[in-house]
């Protein structure tokens, strides 16, 4: 991919330009570990807009609004002011999760693309999902899961994912990672410019970084970047609990449409994967029972039959349990296995629970923002507007899966 970059300057609430956003990731490394953070582009038939996005079904994909919807064609946002109008046609996006993309990796088309049905101010109302042609394969991407029924806390830490740009204000075309950040306020306590339906992070996000996610301790989705303050300082996040209907009333049809049983939060509405109390009675806290008993080995079907010591019966679709470890760290786990909260026990288990957006808010003050109109705040819309060239490539997008054209 070759990339033309337009730098983006951010607007005081007077509407002047104050400074230009062109930091990385502050501190961010290359990344090649979160394998359910995909590149987003838009295609028209010579430009091309990118944003991050984040699998958290097998053809599901979680991003930020105006990543996928027309606006005001200002790339400051001051809220209130900050429109967006109907999504592009699902035909326009293809995405990839490569952490360096190119001509080679594999692609994914759309075939839906919904937003909330209520709001259409880029603050407050800025997330969307897009359904996928084709089901992402397991060894290409383990979903992320969607942290629906629990809110962020301020202190409390996360990691920021994105395909932004570098230090020098160049598209690298290279995902990044940046950890240890900390959430500064949780939502309804930020103040002006942040809706009661965001947060407000710490630092590191910038164009290209739109639509990519917070993930907590355990790896789940805990908000989406919408827009950030000069030099990619004060990132905004859509806090992922205010869209909890949303979510998971379009995660039902992409199951459909993917012919899958939905996941475990779609059918519990919450992110912690239930536990299976063994069949002789112990609740497995510590391991359950007496060291004596035998039972079923780490890694095998569980139910009829009890788990061995030290091993729980764990079920994360609520239907098929294996029995699995207990653990207070990831250093209690096998490699390639994290330890997982479950209710109130910690299990090891594969990435993103090793399976396999305000229509529909849960929350009331989702509609009704705490800003009153054209209550202004300086931010920078940080999704990227770039002309892509590909040699020889055509002007539709590839096929679901398939490789860019050349």
């Not at 190119?102 to 109302?125: E, I, K, L, M």
């Not at 989705?221 to 030099?231: E, T």
């Amino acid at each position: 991919m070759g990339v033309a970059l337009a730098g983006f300057a951010c607007s005081a609430s007077g509407g002047e330009p104050t400074a230009s956003g062109t930091q990385t990731i502050a501190g961010g490394t290359a990344d090649v570990s979160h394998q359910n953070v995909f590149l987003l582009a838009r295609e028209s038939m010579s430009s091309s807009a990118l944003c991050t996005a984040t699998l958290i079904a097998p053809n599901l994909l979680l991003t930020a609004r105006h990543c996928v919807s027309q606006g005001t064609g200002d790339d400051h946002v001051l809220c209130g002011n900050s429109v967006l109008g109907d999504p592009f046609p699902p035909s326009a996006f293809f995405s990839t999760n490569d952490p360096t993309p190119r001509d080679q990796s594999p692609f994914f088309s759309a075939v839906d693309v919904r937003v909330p049905g209520q709001g259409v101010d880029t603050c407050g109302y800025d997330v969307a999902l897009i359904i996928l042609k084709q089901n992402v394969p397991a060894d290409v991407s383990v979903p992320a899961i969607p942290r629906i029924d629990r809110e962020v806390q301020p202190g409390e830490k996360y990691t920021a994912v994105g395909y932004g740009l570098n230090a020098a204000g160049n598209q690298t075309g290279s995902r990044m990672v940046l950890g240890g950040l900390r959430i500064e306020c949780q939502p309804g306590s930020c103040g002006e410019g942040v809706e009661s339906t965001e947060f407000r992070g710490e630092t590191g996000i910038c164009s290209g970084d739109s639509g990519g996610p917070a993930l907590d301790a355990d790896g789940k989705v805990v908000g989406v970047v919408s827009r950030g303050g000069p030099d990619c300082g004060t990132p905004v996040y859509s806090t992922v609990t205010a869209w909890h209907d949303f979510i998971i009333d379009t995660a039902k049809d992409a199951a459909k449409l993917g012919n899958y049983d939905p996941p475990f939060w779609v059918t519990t509405g919450l992110s912690d994967p239930p536990v299976v109390v063994a069949p002789n009675g112990t609740d497995g806290a510590g391991g359950a029972a007496s060291s004596e008993r035998t039972g079923a080995r780490e890694g095998e079907p569980c139910g009829a039959d009890a788990c061995q010591s030290a091993l729980v019966c764990y079920a994360p679709d609520g239907k098929n349990g294996s029995c699995t470890s207990t653990c207070t760290s990831i250093a209690d786990c096998k490699e390639g296995q994290v330890c997982q909260s479950s209710g109130s026990l910690s299990v090891c288990t594969l990435p993103s629970g090793g399976g396999d957006d305000k229509g529909g808010c849960s929350i009331a003050a989702a509609s009704s923002p705490t800003t009153t109109p054209r209550r202004q705040a300086g931010w920078l819309l940080v999704a990227l507007g770039t002309t892509l060239v590909l040699a020889r490539r055509r002007s539709r997008p590839p096929k679901c899966g398939s490789p860019l054209s050349t």
